[in-house]
Nanobody
Framework: QVQLVESGGGLVQAGGSLRLSCAAS????????MGWFRQAPGKEREFVAT????????TYSDSVKGRFTISRDNIKNTVYLQMSSLKPEDTAVYYC????????????WGQGAQVTVSS
């Protein structure tokens, strides 16, 4: 199990950039696959991006592909989400999630970070 704490959220104008960070506790971080999800008001939580334990494989939702980049630093126990060309529809609470390598169910979640994109 890992504890996850997001940071870096805030208010940005459309077209701007923002980087979210998710710091994980414990020594097992390098054995976890990581992901970012988001939930807009009145909508269900949706997948944004994932990165495998080594950082060698990433996936993105179609809505963010080409604009967002997920990365990780296994020395710093941190996963990042670099967001560029932000749109008002990217406004949401962004959550970091983790699951052990080889598993498919997300087992650990952060508390969320608010991202607001103004038009």
């Amino acid at each position: 199990q890992v504890q996850l704490v997001e940071s870096g959220g805030g208010l940005v104008q459309a077209g701007g950039s923002l980087r979210l960070s998710c710091a994980a506790s414990g020594h097992t971080f390098p054995t976890y696959d990581m992901g970012w999800f988001r939930q807009a008001p009145g909508k269900e939580r949706e997948f944004v991006a994932t990165i495998n334990w080594s950082g060698g494989s990433t996936t993105y939702s179609d809505s963010v592909k080409g604009r967002f980049t997920i990365s990780r630093d296994n020395i710093k126990n941190t996963v990042y989400l670099q967001m560029s060309s932000l749109k008002p529809e990217d406004t949401a609470v962004y959550y970091c999630a983790a699951h052990p390598r080889g598993r498919s169910r997300w087992t650990d979640w952060g508390q969320g970070a608010q991202v607001t994109v103004s038009s």
